[in-house]
């Protein structure tokens, strides 16, 4: 039977369909409401776990999404990324003697319930004559975004692209994170007043110096940029994808049907290349493989992605080093050679050095190949505002989230690396509340707490 674009986009809806009430209400039920509950603890943004839970069972679920939202801007979208297996779902007492409570499943209960019922949880705070300009409206903007206008600031988000949300709008596929889900985060720090001026890029629409001249504060959140060279020979012909480009095309319809039949090869070995294989499986390709030169101990995707991927059939080439694209008569993909790899001693960074295996190149037939090797940085735009920096990752003041220029602040990717810890959603959002509390304690001596 003949696939078309049509068919494909069904291939792009969520894939867990979330609790049934009756599911919510009985797991919900099971949970022990612990008194200094470990979950809370293990949560980066401290969710209030056992309390929304409670709420879910006394059907109180207005409640139960304000206490996930007030400690989680993007709260809904972290019920679906989040690794809750190594988070608080990791620490549910209940490990120990059954299985823990389905909590990412109850938060996305919850904030479901929200989006359906187009719940307004939040109100802006009384104006305090402070205004502030934040560069990008991923997670770490969003989330400093709604505490600023909590606070009564007048905030302006600067965004690139057509609409704000950043990598849980763009970057994580459709069937794992809708668009929709993001963008009502979006809505709901919109609701507060706050600005978002889309399809602006700092830097080139606007100079820097207009953002430090205009405004009291900025807050630098501008995430990652595209992936970078392989340094290859044929990595410029047809048919080599950026996975990060790639997935976005799968979030902005039409889909189209160039896959379905072909062969895909992916680079890499985190969640981004995950996404760029099982993205490639729903778009018809017959055979996909991920192609990583060290091995599975050392992949950096989480557990969950690695077994959705297997479910979706994906090959896993490990210790496999790919050495030149090559194309057809036309300029077009038609092969990849790779080298065998083994593990030598421990790099800088602890794990073991790929070695190449001697006399071991092959080569495989291909018809697309995505790059998926990390991401490169917007250091252009860094250096523009004048900020000191280790290759792209800003350095600040670990304390109050300052750079190097007292007045801009910086969270979420932009200052992920280099020791600063793991670039997850939920560590960006929390990271955007404490720029928020660190710059309005700059302005008005604020104390520690939350601004709600």
Known sequence: ?????????????????????????????????????????????????????????????????????????????????????????????????????????????????????????????????????????????????????????????????????????????????????????????????????????????????????????????????????????????????????????????PITDEMIGKKVVVIGAGNTAIDGATCSVRLGAENVKILYRRTADEMTAYDFEYEFAKQDGIEFNWLTQPTKVISDENGKVKAIECIKMELGNPDKDGRRRPVAVEDSIFTLEVDYVIKAIGQSRYTNLIEGFGLQHDDGVVTINEETYQTSNTKVFACGDVIFGKGQGEAMVVSAAEQGKKVAYALHRELFGFAEGTAS
């Open 1 to 253: 039977m003949h696939t078309t674009p049509e068919d494909l986009i069904g291939n792009f809806k969520e894939a867990n369909a979330g609790l049934t009430s009756q599911k919510a209400m009985d797991e919900s039920n099971r949970c022990l409401y612990c008194y200094d509950a470990p979950c809370i603890k293990a949560c980066p943004t401290s969710i209030d776990i056992p309390s929304f839970i409670k709420k879910i069972a006394s059907g109180n679920m207005k409640g139960s999404a304000i206490k996930i939202m007030t400690s989680n801007p993007v709260g809904a979208s972290c019920a679906r990324v989040c690794p809750t297996e190594e988070l608080c779902e990791g620490a549910c007492v209940l490990n120990e003697e059954t299985t823990p409570i389905m909590i990412g499943d109850l938060q996305r209960y919850a904030t479901d319930w929200a989006i359906k019922n187009e719940q307004v949880l939040f109100k802006a705070g009384k104006s305090n004559g402070k205004t502030v300009a934040i560069v990008g409206g991923g997670p770490g903007g969003l989330s400093a975004a709604r505490e600023l206008a909590l606070l009564g600031y007048k905030v302006t988000i600067f965004e690139a692209e057509e609409r704000a949300g950043g990598l849980n709008s763009y970057g994580i596929v459709s069937f794992r994170l809708p668009q929709d889900v993001a963008l009502w985060e979006v809505e709901q720090i919109e609701s507060l007043g706050v600005e978002i001026r889309t399809n602006t890029t700092i830097g080139k629409d606007i100079p820097t110096s207009e953002l430090l001249d205009r405004y009291d504060k900025v807050v630098l959140a501008i995430g990652m940029s595209s992936v970078p060279d392989l340094g290859m020979e044929g990595e410029d012909l047809d048919g080599v994808l950026d996975a990060i480009e790639f997935v976005k095309s799968t979030k902005t319809p």
